[in-house]
């Protein structure tokens, strides 16, 4: 857009402003955006960590469960194969 709305000529006070804003991005803002990301990615860890958690040992019972019965059944199956 630069090139095209300054009839072919490029504007070196235009690029050398965008670099120095991108090192003041880079060196200035950046640390302060990431540091506030992290807390709030850890506070929403925080908050589905403890959600999941509490369903994991209940889960894992009726995942166990499930896996016995189905061992029973496959069994029995096989004995019923076996028989024919």
Avoid at 45 to 53: A, E, K, L, N, S
Avoid at 76 to 81: C, E, F, S, V, Y
Wanted: proline letters at 2%.
């Amino acid at each position: 857009m630069l090139y095209q709305e300054n009839d072919g000529l490029l504007r070196w006070f235009v690029l050398g402003g965008v670099a120095l804003g991108m090192l003041f991005e880079n060196g200035v803002i950046s640390p302060f955006v990431i540091h506030l990301a992290v807390k709030v990615l850890r506070f929403w860890q925080r908050i589905f960590g403890r959600i999941f958690g509490a369903a994991k040992k209940p889960g894992r019972k009726v995942f166990l469960f499930l896996k016995k019965e189905l061992q029973k059944i496959r069994k029995a199956i096989k004995i019923g194969i076996s028989k024919q």
